[in-house]
């Protein structure tokens, strides 16, 4: 039913630009989840991403006059980047649309292959609908990041590779999707060679349009799609990759910003290799697959998409990292506004280390803070278990870890402007970060 994809991956040509990516082994995080788990790294090829291999793919297709007339593409980050270094490598003339709201270092990236930028609209919807009018009107050849025979061809030869590169069968493959290339190719052509593996799909769960598309038997346009995995944030999948993920795929995992935020920490961990959200959004769906399933002994890859993260949101991924794990309780408690309550505050923790504390003077009678609290073990038992424990303490509390508007705003908005104080100073405090430390400091 799908030998031409075969075909097609086993004769491709990506590698005039493409690298085959190394199949790491992560010691680490294997020995932690008592599985044995490993990391393909497309985050390592030229444009830190896997979007070239399919972009060179369907562009070594074209024909001599469609070469003339050049190529488009509408993109927001990665198949940008792919579809411009084809292009160069190619000699074919590529113009990018990209929306207006695209970071700079992206656009940069794209402009130094030689790319012309057209920036427009708020969106990848908006960017695209004018690729297409331009393309039309230019007679270029558009060239889709996702649902095109020979790009998900040229995704698929990752799949070639890991065959290669694992002795036997995996038990699993963890597969990021957003449109569904990468997803498409590599599930057709492991399960043709490996039929007993199983192919599983990870969305964000604020972009799972593939889990939406197969609860409703059909593709369904999501109404909104939430961006911190860029790379995946699409709205519906792919006509020609859902005809082939329904029939490939075993099951479709979707996680949390949080989770792949720690995603991304153990990433770090055993590879000292930043991913972007999207590139470590298979590994978090491997490591919700085991919370869940408790397998031992297994042996399972995930594929680490790329690696093109803004410097900027990496304070964001880190500060998220531990709620990702579930190793940190995030609370809302009133104490008492008055000196020692901070201290008497901390001795009912039982010990427990606070990782962030939030407080500004708001009225003579009652602070309210937000802090943070370090969990090792389950941070759903701890919370409730805190929760009990400071209200039994006359500490009025609400357990804020799962608040998404707690987590991203409510947290530098405790207390606020009071206007019994007139003047205020502020002061500079250090002391060492260790089990302790805070306790003695108010002591």
Not at 181 to 201: D, E
């Amino acid at each position: 039913m799908f030998h031409d994809y075969i075909e097609k991956i086993s004769a491709s040509t990506v590698y005039d630009v493409a690298i085959v990516s190394p199949l790491d082994f992560m010691p680490r995080l294997s020995q932690r989840m008592h599985n044995n788990i490993y990391l393909k790294r497309e985050d390592l090829q030229p444009i830190f991403s896997f979007k070239l291999r399919g972009a060179y793919n369907k562009m070594c297709t074209l024909t001599e006059n469609e070469r003339e007339q050049g190529v488009i593409a509408a993109s927001a980050g990665n198949h940008a980047q792919g579809v411009a270094l084809a292009a160069k490598r190619l000699a074919i003339s590529a113009v990018i649309v990209m929306p207006t709201t695209t970071p700079a270092i992206k656009v940069e990236a794209v402009a130094q292959k030689g790319a012309e930028i057209r920036l427009y609209g708020d969106s990848y919807d908006d960017a695209c609908l004018h690729a297409f009018a331009l393309a039309k009107e230019q007679n270029r050849v558009f060239i889709h990041p996702y649902d095109d025979p020979d790009v998900i061809a040229g995704q698929g030869t990752i799949a070639a590779e890991l065959i290669k590169q694992h002795p036997k069968p995996l038990d699993a493959v963890f597969i990021p999707v957003g449109g569904g290339g990468l997803l498409a190719g590599m599930a057709v052509y492991l399960k043709h060679f490996w039929p007993t593996t199983k192919i599983i799909a990870v969305e964000a769960d604020d972009a799972a349009c593939l889990y939406s598309a197969l609860q409703a038997g059909e593709r369904t346009v999501l109404e909104q799609v939430g961006l911190f995995a860029d790379g995946t944030a699409v709205r519906q999948v792919g006509k020609e990759n859902f005809r082939i993920v329904r029939d490939k795929v075993d099951e479709v995992i979707r996680v949390s910003s949080d989770e792949i935020c720690a995603a991304v920490m153990d990433i770090f961990d055993d590879t000292r290799a930043i991913a972007e959200p999207s590139g470590a959004l298979a590994l978090a769906g491997m490591k919700n697959y085991i919370a869940r399933e408790q397998p031992s002994g297994q042996h399972y890859a995930t594929i680490n998409s790329g690696a093109n993260v803004n410097f900027d949101r990496l304070r964001h991924i880190a500060e998220r990292a531990e709620l990702g794990e579930k190793r940190e309780v995030l609370l809302a408690v009133t104490i008492d506004e008055k000196p020692g309550s901070f201290l008497k505050f901390c001795q009912t923790l039982e010990g427990r280390s606070i990782t962030e504390f939030n407080y500004r003077y708001a009225n003579k009678e009652k602070a309210h803070i937000f802090v943070g609290i370090q969990t090792y073990s389950s941070a759903e038992q701890v919370s409730e278990q805190l929760t009990q424990l400071l209200l039994s303490k006359g500490y009025p509390c609400i357990d804020l870890t799962n608040n998404e508007m707690a987590k991203l705003h409510i947290r530098h908005m405790v207390g606020g402007r009071s206007t019994a104080i007139l003047a205020e100073r502020l002061y500079r405090f250090e002391f060492p970060e260790r089990p302790g430390a805070l306790l003695r400091f108010l002591s």
